[in-house]
Structures are given as structure tokens and as C-alpha cells.
């Protein structure tokens, strides 16, 4: 039976219990994405403004609501690599939940408050992240994002190629959209390469390829993230 005595207890688990397993769920995000060779990696807790960031983690106001993660250069963009990259987040919090029941089966954690609302949250998390829904800014749960890949329906992996192109006639560097349509002329190619990473970034999965005469390449791209 829930008492008042027990209020504080509950508030000290949720605070501290609350961000820990949105941190491993992140985490989990994020290994996989780091197996399949992504850089500029970054795990976000809370939300709100920023108020400490170290290394890839950065924490903000509310750091016990919410949390996601982002990473650049994906290497491995299919099919398989993107289910294990959405599918990590709930799986780490399975297996921690799992690790805490056999801690405390084995005696080596004292059932509690704690232990108690780790593993409640963590089933939670599991839950929802593997309900199959779009959310109402439109974004897919990971669920919904496996079960579309499961099905064969790639197209939500499916990238837009932004372009920057070398103008040689008129000495300029061209900004083309994912029609291949000219949106911006810049003098220098650092500007234009900014440009293309600011409207990629914005519509994920998206990648930015240069075009220098009849070479091309990849220089960036932006895969979906999981939340």
C-alpha cells in the first residue's frame, strides 16, 4: 500500500530513476548506431535550455522529461541496420530490466522503492517505444519505424540528396535541392556546404553529396533518428 511516508521516496526515485533509464535508452540508440560506423554522436536528456554539456552527453532543464539522440555518417544504411539502431533503445531497457530483477532475486539489491520504479519505468519505456504510432508532430515511434521496415516499405529510410556544385564558368558554388533545383549561388564553397547542412538537417534522412566537375561524392549525411 502506497503511503504518505512513501511520497518522498517516490520522488527521489522518479528524479533520479527517471533520466537513468531515459539515459540507457538512448544509449541503446546510440551503440548500435555507432556500429554501423556513425559520427558526431550526441545523447540529449531532458528539454528545455541546455545546462551541462560533456563529452557526447548533454543535459538540460528538465533533465527527468524526455530525451533523444543524434548522429551524423551512418556507413551502413540498410534495412537490417536501421531495425537494430531503432530497435536498441527498448532493448537496453530490457536487458537492464532484466539485469535489475536478477540482481535482486540473487540478493544482491534490496527490493525497494528504487528497484520497484526502475523497473516499472523501464517496461514503460519498452511499451511505448515499440507501440507501432506517429506521434502527433508527425514523427514515427520506433515501432512504427520497424514495422514499416519490416514491410518492406523503405521509404522511410529513403534519403534526399541535397547538392553542392561547382559553377567553373562563373567561378561560384551552386546549391541545389533535392529536385535538383538551384535555391542559392555562393561565392565561397564553405558557404554553400553550410547552407546544404542546415536544410539537410531539417529533413532527415537527407545526405549532401559535392559535385566538382564530373566528381561526386558524399560528403554528409543525416539519417532518421530515433527517439
Same mark, same amino acid.
Given at each position: ?33 555507432? *556500429?554501423?560506423?556513425? !559520427? #558526431?554522436?550526441?545523447? @540529449? ?8 554539456? &560533456?563529452?557526447?552527453? $548533454? ?87 520497424? *514495422?514499416?521496415?519490416? !514491410? #518492406?516499405?523503405?521509404? @522511410? ?8 556544385? &561547382?559553377?567553373?564558368? $562563373? ?57
Amino acid at each position: 500500500m502506497f503511503g504518505i511516508n512513501d511520497i518522498p521516496k517516490f520522488l527521489l526515485a522518479f528524479f533520479l530513476v527517471l533520466p537513468l533509464i531515459s539515459i540507457l535508452h538512448e544509449a541503446g540508440h546510440v551503440f548500435f548506431a555507432w *556500429l554501423m560506423g556513425a !559520427k #558526431n554522436i550526441r545523447v @540529449v536528456v531532458g528539454s528545455g535550455k541546455p545546462v551541462f554539456n &560533456k563529452g557526447i552527453i $548533454e543535459i538540460r532543464q528538465y533533465y527527468f522529461w524526455y530525451g533523444f539522440c543524434t548522429f551524423e555518417n551512418i556507413e551502413r544504411k540498410e534495412k537490417l541496420a536501421n531495425i537494430l539502431i531503432f530497435l536498441g533503445g527498448a532493448l537496453f531497457n530490457l536487458l537492464s530490466t532484466i539485469a535489475v530483477i536478477l540482481l535482486v532475486e540473487n540478493k544482491v539489491l534490496e527490493t525497494g522503492m528504487m528497484t520497484y520504479q526502475f523497473t516499472y519505468f523501464s517496461m514503460y519505456y519498452v511499451f511505448f517505444a515499440l507501440l507501432p504510432m506517429i506521434y502527433p508532430g508527425g514523427s514515427y515511434s520506433d515501432g512504427k519505424m520497424i *514495422l514499416e521496415l519490416v !514491410k #518492406n516499405k523503405e521509404e @522511410v529510410i529513403r534519403e534526399r540528396t541535397y547538392r553542392v556544385q &561547382k559553377d567553373t564558368d $562563373e567561378d561560384t558554388w551552386r546549391f541545389l535541392n533535392h529536385k535538383n533545383e538551384l535555391v542559392q549561388t555562393f561565392q565561397k564553397e564553405e558557404d554553400a556546404v553550410q547552407k546544404a547542412r542546415k536544410i539537410a538537417q531539417e529533413h532527415r534522412p537527407s545526405r549532401i553529396v559535392q559535385i566538382n566537375g564530373d566528381e561526386e561524392k558524399e560528403i554528409q549525411n543525416y539519417p532518421r533518428i530515433p527517439l
